[in-house]
């Protein structure tokens, strides 16, 4: 059975797939800076009520099943995340005192409606690792 959340006045399952990709799509996301990242992330959706589903960060990109409130808008939730995210990525982990201004992640976004394939999209964004060696593997092949 399909499981439903409710607020006051609404029952419903919001879930998005959603990509998003540092600054020149540099390869940033390794070691300390990405468990930190991963943390950061988690605490702000917590803050919000947003359910951070599924997550995975890749060197150059992060994928994530988000389950968003619908008194909330997607872009909105995308530019909390990312703002704020930044900010502590330049307090925290780069260290920079100066906040205004520094930029971390790059300006868009891809974000897609989950639906019924929850499951399918859960496993690929578990498994985003392992297709990208493989696709480098069959790439090296030819």
Request: hydrophobic share 35%; glycine share 6%; charged share 30%.
């Given at each position: ?17 959603v990509v998003i990709v540092p600054k020149y799509r540099q390869r940033r996301l390794y070691g300390q ?81 989950v639906g019924l394939d929850e499951t399918a999209i859960r496993t690929y964004i578990r498994e985003q ?14």
């Amino acid at each position: 059975m399909h499981e439903w959340n409710s607020l006051s006045h609404v029952r419903w399952d919001c879930k998005y797939h959603v990509v998003i990709v540092p600054k020149y799509r540099q390869r940033r996301l390794y070691g300390q800076v990405k468990r930190k990242v991963g943390q950061i992330i988690r605490d702000l959706c917590r803050q919000r009520g947003v359910e951070l589903l599924e997550g995975h960060l890749m060197a150059d990109h992060v994928h994530m099943c988000l389950k968003v409130p619908p008194k909330f808008s997607i872009v909105f939730v995308i530019g909390y995340i990312k703002g704020k995210s930044a900010v502590r990525i330049h307090r925290n982990i780069l260290e920079k005192p100066r906040v205004t201004g520094l930029h971390f992640w790059a300006r868009g976004y891809c974000v897609s409606t989950v639906g019924l394939d929850e499951t399918a999209i859960r496993t690929y964004i578990r498994e985003q690792e392992k297709i990208e060696k493989q696709q480098l593997e069959l790439e090296l092949d030819e």
